[in-house]
Nanobody, 122 residues
Framework: QVQLVESGGGLVQAGGSLRLSCAAS?????MGWFRQAPGKEREFVAA????????NYADSVKGRFTISRDNAKNTVYLQMNSLKPEDTAVYYC??????????????????WGQGTQVTVSS
């Protein structure tokens, strides 16, 4: 069983930046970020293939967020720039032990982190 630990969340003003990290306790392949705002369903944010050569973003974050990974450290990152109040949510890291391509559907991921809160004030 692989454990995922997110870090880097916090409170930031609109227009600011945050960098989330997700460290895996073992090797993982496809990785992604999802978020859940109060009263809303969990939604896809970004995903990256095992090689890092392919990425995918939700339309709402395209051009503002960047997903990357360091396989030597079993870590995936989410650089969030130009943050908006509507980005406020708990952000979850997800990973799969087998799939190497991009995965955007939450049910395809086997491992999930505990979540980190991101709050953007206006």
């Amino acid at each position: 069983q692989v454990q995922l630990v997110e870090s880097g969340g916090g409170l930031v003003q609109a227009g600011g930046s945050l960098r989330l990290s997700c460290a895996a306790s073992g090797r993982t392949y496809a990785m992604g970020w999802f978020r859940q705002a109060p009263g809303k369903e969990r939604e896809f944010v970004a995903a990256i293939s095992w090689s890092g050569g392919s990425t995918n973003y939700a339309d709402s974050v395209k051009g503002r967020f960047t997903i990357s990974r360091d396989n030597a450290k079993n870590t995936v990152y989410l650089q969030m720039n130009s943050l908006k109040p509507e980005d406020t949510a708990v952000y979850y890291c997800a990973a799969d032990p087998v799939i190497v391509r991009i995965v955007v559907l939450s049910y395809e991921y086997d491992y999930w982190g505990q979540g980190t809160q991101v709050t953007v004030s206006s």
